[in-house]
């Protein structure tokens, strides 16, 4: 379940209703005992493109969903994080590394799962990593190595493939992906 | 209130507790009765700078906070949304108009009022634009014209003056910004 439903107000315990109240353009969940609207809103995933020398850095899932498929080190952002620094925690917690985070390389929505990934790339300090704990394997990749077919989500996919376009045009360009396109 | 508090669980109705579960590396919001974790996270803001010709579209806020100081249309990523297409309704609801995106100009977080903007940039399309229902009053503003001591929000001071940036390079550089700066 992707979208958040709502049963009882989390402010008084009452039931919730779903409806088009005054004030707004579209239904919310509303508790009409102590008169809360309950705003639902997409989840923003940060993560990052960690490059060392010509590698580039991924990790194998070591849990649902896509376990056992690469991915780049990304996760939800947490209450009171900045985007950056909750991709630096993401890298630090899923490849044991740290990254300089050098820019924005990509937003990439997935609005049926309502995600909005943000994408940094930035470079590997001292070219340190390891397994961490939400991961099976960390590894650096040579571009001719990247297992294309085994990438846990396309964000990644896109990511990767917009960093190395960059990277053959000597360029730094933020890119904007969209799963389905539209 | 920036963070969100919970005390009623949305899925059952009975008392939810706020502390460290096995599974999770921080406090989470937790239900013992129906043993559902209530993740709770910062919010996505969008918007766009929107220019034509020199000029770039401003609107007075009709609404608090901030009621009578201007901004970039932005507003909350709604359910469903993609970020681009949230910036489009936005500048949409908020200045009548509708915008051509180009690319990111800026990722702009406010950890502490749990919030990450999403600026894209574009041109306005046909020079159309009216007072949206949440602004009092919309306008183009020539660069030199723009009321710098009456913004709303220091997302749009950074938006703007990163795009001023931007085209005294001949650039289109996506800038990450942070308030407090870290």
């Known amino acids: 379940m992707f979208f958040?439903?709502?049963k009882y107000c989390s402010n008084c315990g009452k039931n919730v209703v779903f409806s088009l109240i005054e004030g707004e353009d579209r239904k919310r969940y509303y508790c009409e005992n102590c008169k809360t609207v309950h705003?639902?809103?997409?989840?923003?995933?940060?993560?990052a493109l960690v490059y060392f020398e010509d590698?580039?850095?991924?990790?194998?899932?070591?849990?649902?969903?896509?376990?056992g498929f690469w991915n780049l080190p990304a996760?939800?952002?947490?209450?009171g994080?900045?985007?950056e620094i909750g991709a630096k925690r993401e890298v630090w917690e899923e490849a044991?590394?740290?990254?300089?985070?050098e820019g924005i390389l990509a937003v990439y929505n997935l609005p049926q799962a309502n995600q909005v990934y943000i994408h940094f790339y930035g470079n590997l300090v001292n070219g340190i990593?390891?397994?961490?704990?939400?991961?099976?394997?960390?590894?650096?990749?040579e571009v001719k190595d990247i297992p294309w077919n085994e990438m846990a989500f396309s964000s990644s996919t896109f990511a990767i493939n917009k960093f190395?376009?960059?990277?053959?045009?000597g360029i730094n360009q933020s890119h904007l992906g969209c799963f389905p396109e539209v």
Not at 55 to 67: H, M
Not at 164 to 169: A, H, Q
Request: hydrophobic content about 35%; charged content about 30%.
């Open 39 to 47: 705003y639902t809103n997409p989840k923003l995933v940060v993560g």
């Open 129 to 141: 990593y390891s397994n961490g704990v939400e991961s099976i394997e960390t590894r650096l990749f």
């Open 164 to 169: 190395l376009e960059n990277k053959k045009l």
């Open 55 to 67: 590698k580039i850095l991924l990790c194998k899932r070591a849990i649902e969903p896509r376990k």
């Open 4 to 6: 958040q439903s709502i």
């Open 96 to 101: 044991g590394a740290a990254v300089n985070i």
């Open 81 to 83: 994080e900045s985007a």
């Open 75 to 79: 996760g939800y952002l947490e209450d």
